[in-house]
């Protein structure tokens, strides 16, 4: 089935150390985004890109980059990680005609 | 930039009684309306979306509401099981083509048995 992946599942990292979190897509789909979820705070979105060319900013992307390296290809990095991004990591895909997005499985993040 | 608000944070129904949470936004140009269930461990997932032009939709036991004037969007379970306990999410978003999704801050839904 077609669905969206995340690599790793989890990660215990360091404070100032630089990580890659990666979301794969065999959905077809043309739009991605990467979300951060906190207990009582949501979903709250960091980047987004509607195509391999667009990359956009979201409600939280200070300390956080982003690279589409195809289609189906959209990474999150950390360039030194911090205790307080300490989260859980959502990617989602959709279609630009539909609204509706998917979500990967997400990938917990543990900075000591 | 686009608000939602959610409430409540958190509820506890007896199992088939009905289950309502609440989402007010603030952007009056948001047009889209969907609702996430997220259960524990999982990906959030669609459940039901309502879009600007339609004040309420409904899909077996699940039903949404929406008041534009009022700028509010409620989330109805009737009949509810044990399966329906689980994390639901409102969110807003602009214009068809800018699908920037604004979420709520979650309502955890307990059924009790």
């Known amino acids: 089935d077609a669905d969206v992946t995340q690599t790793p599942r989890n990660r215990i990292t360091k404070t100032g150390k630089r990580i890659m979190l990666e979301c794969s897509q065999t959905k077809g789909h043309d739009r991605m985004y990467w979300y951060r979820q906190d207990p009582g705070l949501g979903l709250r979105l960091i980047y987004y890109?509607?195509?391999?060319?667009?990359?956009n900013k979201g409600e939280i992307s200070d300390g956080y980059s982003v690279s589409r390296q195809a289609q189906a290809k959209f990474s999150l990095s950390l360039e030194s990680a911090i205790p307080n991004q300490t989260a859980l990591y959502f990617c989602?895909?959709?279609?630009?005609?539909?609204?509706?997005?998917?979500f990967g499985p997400g990938t917990r993040l543990l900075v000591l | 930039g686009e608000n939602v608000e959610q409430h409540p944070s958190t509820l506890s129904v007896q199992e088939g009684d009905s289950a309502v949470i609440k989402c007010t936004y603030s952007d009056s140009a948001s047009n889209y309306f969907p609702w996430y269930k997220q259960e524990l461990g999982k990906r959030p997932q669609l459940i039901i979306d309502i879009r600007s032009n339609v004040g309420e939709k409904k899909d077996q036991r699940i039903a949404v509401t929406l008041n534009k004037t009022a700028k509010h969007f409620s989330l109805h379970i009737t009949e509810t099981q044990p399966e329906d306990s689980a994390v639901y999410f409102c969110a807003a978003s602009e214009n068809f083509g800018n699908e920037k999704l604004t979420f709520g801050t979650g309502t955890r839904l307990t059924i009790i048995p």
């Open positions: 989602a895909t959709s279609f630009h005609s539909q609204e509706t997005q998917y």
């Open positions: 890109s509607f195509d391999v060319k667009d990359i």
